[in-house]
């Protein structure tokens, strides 16, 4: 591409043609404070932070968005525009609840961290009315506290580009905007699959997973429970983050050492039901392509997904599998099989699931979860409530020693663990459905076409004579396309993967949330997904059906993949809803 | 109406048009605009059918369609005249008889003497000092006016198409479909010098050549009819009075810039607007002058009405292509320009009502011809809503360099009860004040902006020495402040900021730092609000703290408002010398603050008075006044 030449407080800088000053401005290494910036999702120059001057124009400009030109000279940290920027935040702070001590994002706060920088030395500047609202409690995985909203749309441009959901927005005008859903619904009464993509897009503590460490704690120290807990794969890719580690450093060992010192009795890996799905999944793919089965079928590990599939697709519910998704799997295998083998009545374990996931204490609500006559889990945090935990009993996790998962459901393969990141459980699959089909090991279990971080991606594989055409998609706009041809009956895939988050369960609504200025340019999605891919790598066994536990639980207890005890144990049913 | 499939056939209506409004041997035109409707006029209107029907012997038209019967008298709706504060208006052509303040009980006077023997009706005329006007053209209002863009507003029936091809219309749109190239419409456009008369005084004809450089072929032509400035009523005149000139200039838009779709975008709040504009384009699309292949020439051109929620902001050009769109209406940052990605994100011309009422003039008199008219940097005519303090209220053209002393006292007639002059707001909300050693300053774009205030869409509200600048500083930021769309938070958090602390100086409340604090929320609302309606906000409190700081200061430390408008300061008086002890004003009093003996003198409790002045409007005896 062609390349500009600008000067940036003075310096020469040259950025490709179309650059915004902000994109320019970071080439050279400047930094210009944003707010309201996400870069491809919300890129409205709304909040008036990234103000910067440019030679010869009338009024300052938002650097976010406006594109650089030829011999432009632009300033962006003149005196007169930190007093702005100032005057800009202590305006923001004026409707601002201001009790940081004890707000969820204290600390990590976009807002806060801004106004240290810039020197806001009274947050009462402007005094003045500041609107009170009722927290919006009605979801069952968020609460949004609009007194802490900046009305930075950072969640409604997610929520309707990123995931096209779109059921939040501002609501009136002026001084009296506010973010919520049409009419005033609450969200849990809209058609919001719970993916927590507008959490992690939110500066500041306005909005938040539902909290439910005390409930973990206070299971743990009921003594008649038998609490056991399995995280997700792609909470070791991420829970570092939260203890100064790098961005894509993989914590498995110290992961397990933290749960264990936590007070859990067992502590298990959700990557043992992530191949145990594969088996089940595999096995249905199977029957339906050669049974003449609704094709293509779609996974179900998504939760959000799923919801979104059943709110604005019901009449394509038919495409989903009714494997239950690998937290679900775990929760109720642990009450079944591990329940009768350990003598414990289920009533008295107390499975609990760390998931990257928001949507997942949605989905342990779900009709059809309880294998046992209980729910299959009964509490699901997300990475950032682990971490939280971990700090609040006073567990340093740096110093911790790395240890392995408990048996027998804590071993899992290299397939299990790379359903984290988008391809994964397609992958996985391909993985053991080659092998069942040509009855020949394969020589190369990776599949690369549908790795990376692409919304959309498609692959065909010839298998022992037949082409499976495949297809994977993360992020719901880019599930809306893929279902779109599926409804108009334009779509040819035998087996399509779609993950509910961008990039699958490692950029989660539950996981860590990534500072903008990093998330802007840096690929999160990738960074963690490789740590995936490593620990994948570094495995000896690969495949899920080779996963020796999750064979012995067929031998000792459910009997064939897809046979009628394991149908009745593993697989779940799905329900119509409308949109809202 | 028969369809006009060629320029010969549009020839051949025109003449037919002519002829029946020339066979006319009397007109009755009564304003139907906004104001005179509110008056009464459409009960005069029907009053006046009914008694001409009353009368065997008189042939009436009533409907364009009676153009072949030899009709002798018209009986006809027509636009605003805009006299409105003489309203209701009733206009009896060819006479020019203007008659003012018309009731109903007028009407017969009406007919027997003026209809029917051409006798006028003094009682009715206009009068000003001891002068009578008879005829409309010699009243002060209208003579030192000069009329093009509202010319036909109160002469024409704008309900019906052939009025307006009688004068001459559609001949700018003949002329560009059958003797221009659209090269050639934006050439003349731009050396004529159009410039917005929407606020901003953007150059037309640039604007119209960037759209139709634009690679992306399918484009719109966008008429901002979304007038909401307080006080202003330009455009909203013109809708209702005149629409297809609005229309002809948004034709002979997209025929210059190769749009085949075109949207008016009218507020709510205007419905005879939206029903006349509706009319209106039914009727060209029956007659085929707005469609498909129009006069034969292979230029089409649709149009649609959309209709605002309300919303001041989408005013702004982004906010209303997205409201068009379907989207909620809030300003986007720019680049892209509209001309670039506008409206659905094409090449879009978007123009105001009265500037495309100005094309088909331009295009018919010639670019020398408007150039002739006013400044060299800013031709043509304006129009203005004249309001507030000023003996004679409406809209009034003038133009372009016309000193705001000539519209005030020549047009206007001077300040009401010949009270001192102390200010006029022009541009509304987003505009400034001017103030006497401004009087004789040109009304344009470019000299008001030297004096930080602007043209803006045109409203013009005078003021006198009994108005508190504080209050006229928190009207407008109020009226800001209700109307930011919330996006950016400067506007958003700014304006109220700015309107809490008028709020605080106007009851009192307020200290000197609060000044500080005014000028500093200013200098950050204007230089950093998204949108040109943020970055104005603050115009009228700085324009106001500058001319009037010590009003200001009178307000934080005097606890004193010299105009006595605002409530916080007033304390009332009793007289205890003219007060007859009538008990009039405690009955009157909504909280009791009044006691006092029957036949002695009352007296107020300060502490329970709200000041509301119900006891002042009650006393017979002037016993009651406003101390301060």
Same mark, same amino acid.
């Given at each position: 591409?062609?390349?500009?030449?600008?000067?940036?407080?003075?310096?020469?800088?040259?950025?490709?043609?179309?650059?915004?000053?902000?994109?320019?401005?970071?080439?050279?290494?400047?930094?210009?404070?944003?707010?309201?910036?996400?870069?491809?999702?919300?890129?409205?120059?709304?909040?008036?932070?990234?103000?910067?001057?440019?030679?010869?124009?009338?009024?300052?400009?938002?650097?976010?968005?406006?594109?650089?030109?030829?011999?432009?000279?632009?300033?962006?940290?003149?005196?007169?525009?930190?007093?702005?920027?100032?005057?800009?935040?202590?305006?923001?702070?004026?409707?601002?609840?201001?009790?940081?001590?004890?707000?969820?994002?204290?600390?990590?706060?976009?807002?806060?961290?801004?106004?240290?920088?810039?020197?806001?030395?009274?947050?009462?500047?402007?005094?003045?009315?500041?609107?009170?609202?009722?927290?919006?409690?009605?979801?069952?995985? !968020?609460?949004?506290?609009?007194?802490?909203?900046?009305?930075?749309?950072?969640?409604?441009?997610?929520?309707?580009?990123?995931?096209?959901?779109?059921?939040?927005?501002?609501?009136?005008?002026?001084?009296?905007?506010?973010?919520?859903?049409?009419?005033?619904?609450?969200?849990?009464?809209?058609?919001?699959?719970?993916?927590?993509?507008?959490?992690?897009?939110?500066?500041?503590?306005?909005?938040?997973?539902?909290?439910?460490?005390?409930?973990?704690?206070?299971?743990?120290?009921?003594?008649?429970?038998?609490?056991?807990?399995?995280?997700?794969?792609?909470?070791?890719?991420?829970?570092?983050?939260?203890?100064?580690?790098?961005?894509?450093?993989?914590?498995?060992?110290?992961?397990?050492?933290?749960?264990?010192?936590?007070?859990?009795?067992?502590?298990?890996?959700?990557?043992?039901?992530?191949?145990?799905?594969?088996?089940?999944?595999?096995?249905?793919?199977?029957?339906?392509?050669?049974?003449?089965?609704?094709?293509?079928?779609?996974?179900?590990?998504?939760?959000?997904?799923?919801?979104?599939?059943?709110?604005?697709?019901?009449?394509?519910?038919?495409?989903?599998?009714?494997?239950?998704?690998?937290?679900?799997?775990?929760?109720?295998?642990?009450?079944?099989?591990?329940?009768?083998?350990?003598?414990?009545?289920?009533?008295?374990?107390?499975?609990?699931?760390?998931?990257?996931?928001?949507?997942?204490?949605?989905?342990?609500?779900?009709?059809?979860?309880?294998?046992?006559?209980?729910?299959?889990?009964?509490?699901?945090?997300?990475?950032?409530?682990?971490?939280?935990?971990?700090?609040?009993?006073?567990?340093?996790?740096?110093?911790?020693?790395?240890?392995?998962?408990?048996?027998?459901?804590?071993?899992?393969?290299?397939?299990?663990?790379?359903?984290?990141?988008?391809?994964?459980?397609?992958?996985?699959?391909?993985?053991?459905?080659?092998?069942?089909?040509?009855?020949?090991?394969?020589?190369?279990?990776?599949?690369?076409?549908?790795?990376?971080?692409?919304?959309?991606?498609?692959?065909?594989?010839?298998?022992?004579?037949?082409?499976?055409?495949?297809?994977?998609?993360?992020?719901?706009?880019?599930?809306?396309?893929?279902?779109?041809?599926?409804?108009?009956?334009?779509?040819?895939?035998?087996?399509?993967?779609?993950?509910?988050?961008?990039?699958?369960?490692?950029?989660?609504?539950?996981?860590?949330?990534?500072?903008?200025?990093?998330?802007?340019?840096?690929?999160?999605?990738?960074?963690?997904?490789?740590?995936?891919?490593?620990?994948?790598?570094a495995k000896v066994i690969r495949k899920s059906h080779e996963n020796a536990s999750v064979k012995r639980l067929y031998e000792e207890y459910?009997?064939?993949?897809?046979?009628?005890?394991?149908?009745?144990?593993?697989?779940?049913?799905?329900?119509?809803?409308?949109?809202? | 109406?028969?369809?006009?499939?060629?320029?010969?056939?549009?020839?051949?209506?025109?003449?037919?048009?002519?002829?029946?409004?020339?066979?006319?041997?009397?007109?009755?035109?009564?304003?139907?605009?906004?104001?005179?409707?509110?008056?009464?006029?459409?009960?005069?209107?029907?009053?006046?059918?009914?008694?001409?029907?009353?009368?065997?012997?008189?042939?009436?038209?009533?409907?364009?369609?009676?153009?072949?019967?030899?009709?002798?008298?018209?009986?006809?709706?027509?636009?605003?005249?805009?006299?409105?504060?003489?309203?209701?208006?009733?206009?009896?052509?060819?006479?020019?008889?203007?008659?003012?303040?018309?009731?109903?009980?007028?009407?017969?006077?009406?007919?027997?003497?003026?209809?029917?023997?051409?006798?006028?009706?003094?009682?009715?005329?206009?009068?000003?000092?001891?002068?009578?006007?008879q005829k409309q053209e010699d009243i002060p209002f209208y003579k030192k006016q000069t009329r093009h863009v509202l010319k036909n507003c109160?002469?024409?029936?704008?309900?019906?198409?052939?009025?307006?091809?009688?004068?001459?219309?559609?001949?700018?749109?003949?002329?560009?479909?059958?003797?221009?190239?659209?090269?050639?419409?934006?050439?003349?456009?731009?050396?004529?010098?159009?410039?917005g008369r929407g606020g901003g005084g953007f150059d037309t004809g640039y604007k119209w050549s960037q759209v139709a450089r634009q690679h992306?072929?399918?484009?719109?032509?966008?008429?901002?009819?979304?007038?909401?400035?307080?006080?202003?009523?330009?455009?909203?005149?013109?809708?209702?009075?005149?629409?297809?000139?609005?229309?002809?200039?948004?034709?002979?838009?997209?025929?210059?810039?190769?749009?085949?779709?075109?949207?008016?975008?009218?507020?709510?709040?205007?419905?005879?607007?939206?029903?006349?504009?509706?009319?209106?384009?039914?009727?060209?699309?029956?007659?085929?002058?707005?469609?498909?292949?129009?006069?034969?020439?292979?230029?089409?051109?649709?149009?649609?009405?959309?209709?605002?929620?309300?919303?001041?902001?989408?005013?702004?050009?982004?906010?209303?292509?997205?409201?068009?769109?379907?989207?909620?209406?809030?300003?986007?940052?720019?680049?892209?320009?509209?001309?670039?990605?506008?409206?659905?994100?094409?090449?879009?011309?978007?123009?105001?009502?009265?500037?495309?009422?100005?094309?088909?003039?331009?295009?018919?008199?010639?670019?020398?011809?408007?150039?002739?008219?006013?400044?060299?940097?800013?031709?043509?005519?304006?129009?203005?809503?004249?309001?507030?303090?000023?003996?004679?209220?409406?809209?009034?053209?003038?133009?372009?360099?016309?000193?705001?002393?000539?519209?005030?006292?020549?047009?206007?007639?001077?300040?009401?009860?010949?009270?001192?002059?102390?200010?006029?707001?022009?541009?509304?909300?987003?505009?400034?004040?001017?103030?006497?050693?401004?009087?004789?300053?040109?009304?344009?774009?470019?000299?008001? *902006?030297?004096?930080?205030? !602007?043209?803006?869409?045109?409203?013009?509200?005078?003021?006198?020495?009994?108005?508190?600048?504080?209050?006229?500083?928190?009207?407008?930021?109020?009226?800001?402040?209700?109307?930011?769309?919330?996006?950016?938070?400067?506007?958003?958090?700014?304006?109220?900021?700015?309107?809490?602390?008028?709020?605080?100086?106007?009851?009192?409340?307020?200290?000197?730092?609060?000044?500080?604090?005014?000028?500093?929320?200013?200098?950050?609302?204007?230089?950093?609000?998204?949108?040109?309606?943020? *970055?104005?906000?603050?115009?009228?409190? !700085?324009?106001?703290?500058?001319?009037?700081?010590?009003?200001?200061?009178?307000?934080?430390?005097?606890?004193?408002?010299?105009?006595?408008?605002?409530?916080?300061?007033?304390?009332?008086?009793?007289?205890?010398?003219?007060?007859?002890?009538?008990?009039?004003?405690?009955?009157?009093?909504?909280?009791?603050?009044?006691?006092?003996?029957? *036949?002695?003198?009352?007296?107020?409790?300060?502490?329970?008075?709200?000041?509301?002045?119900?006891?002042?409007?009650?006393?017979?005896?002037?016993?009651?006044?406003?101390?301060?």
């Amino acid at each position: 591409m062609e390349n500009v030449n600008i000067k940036i407080n003075g310096l020469d800088v040259c950025a490709p043609a179309g650059s915004t000053i902000l994109d320019a401005a970071h080439i050279a290494g400047v930094k210009i404070p944003t707010l309201c910036f996400l870069k491809e999702i919300n890129e409205i120059g709304a909040c008036r932070m990234c103000v910067v001057e440019v030679k010869g124009a009338r009024n300052l400009v938002a650097a976010c968005v406006h594109p650089i030109n030829e011999g432009m000279e632009i300033l962006t940290n003149t005196s007169a525009l930190i007093e702005s920027r100032r005057r800009t935040l202590e305006l923001i702070l004026s409707t601002h609840d201001k009790r940081c001590l004890s707000c969820v994002r204290s600390g990590k706060c976009e807002l806060q961290e801004l106004c240290q920088e810039l020197g806001v030395e009274d947050e009462n500047h402007f005094e003045g009315e500041s609107p009170e609202y009722e927290l919006d409690e009605s979801a069952a995985h !968020m609460i949004r506290d609009n007194n802490k909203c900046i009305l930075c749309r950072r969640c409604t441009a997610v929520c309707e580009k990123v995931q096209s959901v779109a059921v939040i927005g501002p609501n009136n005008r002026g001084f009296s905007t506010f973010i919520g859903s049409a009419f005033d619904m609450g969200l849990g009464d809209t058609s919001c699959v719970s993916c927590g993509q507008c959490i992690v897009a939110c500066p500041t503590g306005a909005l938040y997973e539902k909290d439910f460490t005390d409930d973990v704690l206070a299971a743990i120290a009921d003594e008649s429970k038998h609490v056991i807990v399995q995280p997700a794969p792609s909470v070791r890719a991420a829970l570092g983050e939260e203890f100064g580690y790098p961005m894509g450093t993989d914590v498995e060992g110290k992961l397990a050492a933290a749960l264990r010192r936590i007070g859990f009795d067992r502590v298990f890996d959700t990557d043992f039901s992530a191949d145990l799905t594969i088996i089940e999944e595999a096995h249905e793919f199977l029957g339906r392509v050669q049974n003449g089965g609704v094709l293509p079928l779609m996974t179900s590990c998504s939760p959000g997904w799923i919801k979104y599939c059943e709110h604005y697709y019901p009449d394509q519910l038919e495409h989903l599998s009714s494997c239950k998704s690998p937290q679900q799997m775990f929760g109720a295998v642990a009450k079944t099989y591990y329940a009768e083998k350990m003598g414990l009545d289920p009533k008295d374990i107390v499975c609990v699931s760390v998931m990257p996931c928001t949507a997942k204490k949605f989905e342990i609500d779900r009709d059809d979860q309880n294998a046992a006559g209980v729910p299959d889990v009964d509490i699901s945090i997300t990475t950032r409530e682990l971490a939280r935990l971990i700090r609040k009993l006073g567990i340093d996790f740096k110093s911790l020693p790395d240890e392995p998962f408990d048996d027998p459901l804590g071993e899992s393969t290299g397939a299990g663990v790379i359903f984290g990141a988008t391809g994964g459980v397609m992958e996985a699959a391909l993985r053991t459905a080659v092998e069942t089909l040509t009855g020949e090991e394969l020589e190369n279990v990776e599949f690369q076409e549908v790795r990376g971080t692409q919304g959309i991606k498609e692959a065909t594989y010839n298998v022992a004579g037949m082409d499976v055409k495949v297809a994977v998609a993360s992020g719901l706009s880019n599930a809306k396309q893929i279902m779109d041809k599926v409804r108009a009956g334009e779509a040819d895939y035998h087996f399509v993967e779609i993950m509910g988050c961008p990039g699958g369960c490692v950029n989660g609504g539950g996981q860590p949330q990534v500072h903008a200025e990093v998330r802007n340019y840096v690929d999160v999605r990738a960074i963690r997904a490789k740590a995936l891919y490593d620990n994948d790598e570094a495995k000896v066994i690969r495949k899920s059906h080779e996963n020796a536990s999750v064979k012995r639980l067929y031998e000792e207890y459910l009997g064939e993949p897809g046979g009628e005890r394991a149908h009745h144990i593993l697989h779940t049913t799905y329900v119509k809803r409308s949109i809202n | 109406m028969e369809r006009i499939e060629s320029r010969e056939a549009l020839g051949q209506v025109r003449e037919v048009s002519k002829a029946w409004i020339e066979q006319s041997r009397c007109r009755v035109l009564i304003c139907a605009g906004t104001g005179c409707l509110a008056g009464g006029s459409g009960a005069i209107y029907d009053r006046m059918c009914e008694l001409v029907n009353e009368n065997p012997d008189i042939e009436v038209h009533f409907e364009a369609e009676a153009a072949h019967k030899d009709g002798e008298i018209g009986i006809k709706k027509s636009g605003c005249h805009g006299f409105c504060e003489m309203g209701p208006l009733v206009k009896i052509e060819p006479h020019g008889i203007l008659y003012t303040k018309v009731q109903l009980e007028d009407c017969d006077e009406i007919f027997h003497k003026t209809i029917e023997k051409g006798e006028v009706v003094p009682h009715l005329l206009f009068k000003q000092g001891d002068v009578e006007y008879q005829k409309q053209e010699d009243i002060p209002f209208y003579k030192k006016q000069t009329r093009h863009v509202l010319k036909n507003c109160g002469h024409i029936d704008a309900e019906h198409i052939q009025e307006y091809l009688a004068i001459g219309g559609y001949e700018a749109l003949e002329k560009v479909l059958f003797h221009m190239k659209p090269g050639e419409v934006i050439q003349e456009i731009t050396e004529s010098n159009l410039r917005g008369r929407g606020g901003g005084g953007f150059d037309t004809g640039y604007k119209w050549s960037q759209v139709a450089r634009q690679h992306e072929k399918i484009r719109y032509v966008v008429c901002n009819g979304d007038e909401g400035d307080p006080g202003a009523f330009m455009d909203r005149s013109i809708m209702e009075g005149d629409p297809h000139k609005m229309i002809e200039g948004m034709m002979i838009a997209a025929y210059a810039v190769g749009a085949k779709e075109g949207y008016v975008y009218v507020r709510a709040e205007y419905p005879l607007a939206i029903s006349r504009l509706k009319l209106a384009i039914a009727q060209a699309e029956e007659c085929g002058l707005l469609g498909d292949n129009i006069l034969g020439t292979g230029f089409s051109f649709r149009l649609h009405i959309n209709r605002g929620a309300g919303a001041f902001v989408c005013g702004e050009g982004s906010a209303l292509t997205a409201s068009i769109e379907g989207n909620r209406g809030m300003p986007r940052v720019k680049p892209p320009r509209t001309v670039e990605q506008g409206l659905f994100g094409k090449p879009t011309v978007l123009n105001n009502v009265e500037t495309f009422a100005n094309v088909p003039l331009i295009i018919l008199e010639g670019s020398q011809w408007f150039k002739s008219i006013g400044p060299e940097n800013s031709p043509g005519t304006k129009a203005f809503a004249l309001t507030g303090s000023v003996k004679h209220t409406g809209l009034i053209e003038v133009p372009m360099g016309t000193t705001l002393r000539e519209v005030i006292y020549d047009i206007g007639g001077g300040i009401k009860d010949d009270g001192e002059f102390k200010a006029v707001q022009i541009g509304g909300p987003s505009g400034g004040c001017l103030v006497s050693p401004h009087l004789d300053v040109s009304l344009d774009f470019d000299s008001l *902006k030297k004096m930080g205030a !602007m043209i803006g869409s045109g409203g013009l509200v005078v003021m006198d020495e009994n108005t508190c600048m504080v209050e006229v500083a928190r009207f407008f930021m109020n009226f800001t402040q209700n109307e930011s769309c919330g996006k950016c938070v400067p506007c958003r958090e700014g304006t109220k900021r700015m309107l809490e602390i008028l709020e605080r100086i106007a009851t009192g409340n307020g200290n000197l730092e609060d000044l500080d604090l005014l000028e500093e929320l200013s200098s950050t609302i204007t230089e950093t609000a998204l949108c040109g309606l943020g *970055k104005s906000a603050a115009l009228p409190v !700085m324009s106001t703290l500058k001319l009037f700081r010590d009003e200001y200061v009178e307000h934080v430390s005097d606890k004193k408002c010299a105009s006595r408008t605002c409530t916080a300061f007033r304390k009332f008086i009793i007289s205890p010398e003219l007060c007859k002890g009538c008990s009039k004003c405690a009955r009157s009093c909504p909280v009791n603050a009044i006691s006092g003996r029957i *036949k002695e003198p009352y007296v107020i409790d300060i502490e329970k008075c709200i000041k509301c002045g119900a006891c002042e409007s009650a006393c017979a005896f002037n016993a009651i006044y406003i101390e301060g």
